[in-house]
């Protein structure tokens, strides 16, 4: 018999699977607000500028593809330190700060996730109530036992603050807290920077280990309005992990271009833990693959191209805040009694709608609009093309 005759089918991953409905679907005007991608308004994923010119430099150096170090490009980590912290950080002053390269956010959150298991094998692991779909799994896979707090408030489109601060203060120390540095995914919902520091202020007191989790800098405010948590922490002096990815800022989704960065209390301190991150990284995958790195430091560390990146990121940005704009008029022009004033408030790519399941089953059937069961929405999959029957469509359903 088959050595693997024992082996079950897997559940399908619930939004790969709603896409996969979708283009099956044969209607021509169907709209796919299911996905985690930023579209431009053609509905196109976009090749940067800035990318774009990196690439053709890099092609034209015509670089020998040798290996990487285990822990990367110096100067992709390095650049990543500054956008992180800010060019001006004591902390990078002071070698406190080691990056690693990884495969995407998704590849920093696993490195770091095993690189804590070592350190604190007993520790639990609480993510958001929601949160990233993956993050349970992947904390669980590499052996935590993973718990929810509070943190979305259906009632007021908000945060339920005093109900994730009374969870944090429940946790022994030593427990990991995953936290969205901005642009929370799923919901939109962001903490303000007063609510941050009270955050800062009892995981220290708590003793709990901060994995602040950024995926989506530059998405909400801007590259240093959403690395205010990241700077909270570390004018905190706490020791903490940061997963970051520049899948949606440089538009590389599949080139897989993350990095996972570790404050420690000092060089010496960061030089030990560097080493067994290392460790980790070479048992799994060895090092990190050259493209996307080497084109995220070029255009990072170059003046012009970083100018024109951070345009063109403005523009994803604003596009984004203006398709909100566009969809709350919408809904209003047609009748919704509803306020939908919430969306507004919300940053990022993703906007938990407040439709219910049912809904969007209606949207999915009847509109051939797709969204997630949960009623989270992509609002930079909308575009000029396609908000008028997306809110007609919901107008629809809410009747
Ligand atoms: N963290 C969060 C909160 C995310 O939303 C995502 C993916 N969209 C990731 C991590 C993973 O990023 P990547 O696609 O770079 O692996």
């Known amino acids: 018999t088959s050595l693997f005759a024992a082996v079950e089918l897997a559940p399908r991953d619930p939004i790969l699977g709603l896409t996969e409905q979708f283009n ?44 990487l170090p285990i822990e990367g490009l110096a100067g992709y980590n390095r650049a990543v330190q500054e956008l992180l912290l800010g060019a001006d950080s004591p902390l990078i002053a002071a070698g406190r700060v080691l990056t690693a390269q990884s495969l995407g956010g998704t590849g920093a959150l696993k490195i770091g996730a095993d690189f804590l298991k070592r350190l604190v094998p007993q520790a639990k692991v609480a993510i958001s109530d929601p949160s990233w779909e993956n993050h349970r799994a992947l904390f669980e896979y590499a052996g935590f036992e993973v718990v929810n707090y509070p943190y979305y408030d259906a009632a007021t489109h908000g945060v339920n ?67 205010t948590a990241v700077r909270q922490f570390a004018d905190a002096e706490l020791t903490f992990l940061i997963s970051s990815s520049f899948s949606k800022s440089f538009s590389l989704y599949g080139e897989r271009v993350g990095a996972l960065s570790l404050v420690a209390a000092d060089k010496e301190e960061s030089g030990r833990v560097l080493s067994q991150l290392k460790r980790v990284i070479r048992t799994n995958y060895s090092n990190p693959p050259t493209h996307g790195g080497t084109v995220v430091a070029q255009v990072l560390t170059s003046p012009e191209l970083r100018a024109e990146w951070e345009a063109e990121l403005g523009e994803m940005r604003e596009r984004i805040r203006a398709m909100r704009a566009a969809l709350v008029a919408k809904l209003k022009e047609r009748g919704v009694a509803r306020d939908f004033g919430f969306v507004l408030q919300q940053r990022g790519m993703f906007s938990y709608s407040g439709l219910t399941a049912a809904q969007v089953d209606r949207l999915r059937e009847e509109h051939g609009i797709y969204a997630v069961s949960t009623g989270r929405i992509c609002v930079a999959a909308l575009n000029s093309r396609n908000i008028d029957a997306v809110a007609d469509g919901i107008a629809a359903v809410l009747k």
């Open 24 to 67: 099956a679907d044969t209607r021509s005007n169907k709209v796919n607000l299911g996905v985690g991608v930023y579209y431009n308004d053609e509905g196109r994923i976009p090749l940067l500028k800035a990318v774009r010119k990196a690439e053709q430099a890099r092609i034209d150096a015509a670089a020998a593809r040798g290996y």
């Open 161 to 227: 603050f005093a109900g994730m601060i009374a969870a944090l203060e429940s946790y022994p120390a030593g427990t990991v807290v995953v936290l969205h540095a901005c642009c929370h995914n799923p919901t939109g919902v962001d903490l303000t920077a007063d609510q941050w520091t009270k955050v800062v202020e009892v995981v220290k007191a708590r003793q709990l280990i901060p994995f602040l989790d950024i995926a989506y800098q530059g998405f909400g405010d801007g590259i240093d309005a959403d690395a």
